[in-house]
């Protein structure tokens, strides 16, 4: 069984600064996905980045990037130039193949400061 | 399209009633999940229809759950028997393809039993 380990559950940030989350997982799959989400207090979950397992580049979106280390299982969430807005709940997750199940890490809380 | 919504947003019960919550997905969105969140854990899978077939059901989904998609639009997960351990958020979310493709989350329902 897949398994996913947030072992950070809460960090802060000053606003302006960069911020690293970490997750590692657990699986015997080759291919699979990666994603972050991000739940905003009393918000609805929102989808930040997603990782293809078979590709190696890291994925990028705007100000959030990915550090996927494969063979470590390994796959951390950059934050840089950190907003208020980012202030939430930050949920990493994997998905077999062919399979529509994610499952989840149990969350970073990241607290971001003016 | 006003994203994926859920009815209602939070319930009290009392241990041993029935409740029944419905989601509305994205209109286009064929695939409609439902995972349950417990205070300070990530999302757990429990279900996901294709159209109006419910195609994995999680061993978390006890006989006391049941849930459906009668017209491959929107889905109702019934709890019969309500227990305190019920207690929690129950997320619905959708997306219109396979593949780890993005879930899109509705704001979930909170159940409280008491």
């Known amino acids: 069984a897949q398994t996913v380990t947030q072992s950070q559950p809460e960090m802060s940030v000053q606003e302006a600064e960069t911020v690293t989350l970490s997750c590692t997982y657990d699986?015997?799959?080759?291919?699979?996905?990666l994603f972050w989400y991000k739940q905003p207090p009393s918000r609805q979950m929102i989808l930040v980045i997603r990782q293809e397992a078979y590709k190696q580049q890291n994925a990028t979106e705007n100000r959030f990037s990915v550090n996927f280390q494969k063979a470590a299982k390994s796959f951390s969430l950059k934050i840089s130039d950190s907003q208020l807005g980012d202030t939430a709940m930050y949920f990493c997750?994997?998905?077999?193949?062919?399979?529509?199940?994610?499952?989840f890490g149990t969350g970073t809380r990241l607290q971001v400061f003016p | 399209d006003t994203g994926v919504s859920q009815d209602p947003r939070h319930k009290i019960t009392k241990r041993g009633q029935n409740v029944t919550f419905r989601c509305d997905p994205i209109s286009e969105h064929n695939r409609l999940y439902w995972y349950r969140q417990t205070l300070g854990q990530g999302p757990e899978f429990l279900t996901y229809?294709?159209?109006?077939?419910?195609?994995?059901k999680s061993r978390l989904l006890s006989d006391r759950f049941s849930a459906e998609r009668p017209k491959g639009s929107f889905s109702t997960l019934e709890i019969q028997r309500t227990e305190q351990g019920d207690s929690a958020m129950y997320l619905c979310?959708?997306?219109?393809?396979?593949?780890?493709?993005?879930?899109?989350f509705g704001p979930g329902t909170r159940l409280t039993v008491t």
């Open positions: 979310a959708s997306s219109s393809r396979q593949g780890g493709y993005e879930q899109y």
């Open positions: 229809f294709q159209n109006e077939a419910q195609l994995e």
């Open positions: 699986t015997s799959e080759n291919n699979y996905y």
């Open positions: 997750a994997f998905m077999k193949l062919n399979t529509d199940k994610l499952i």
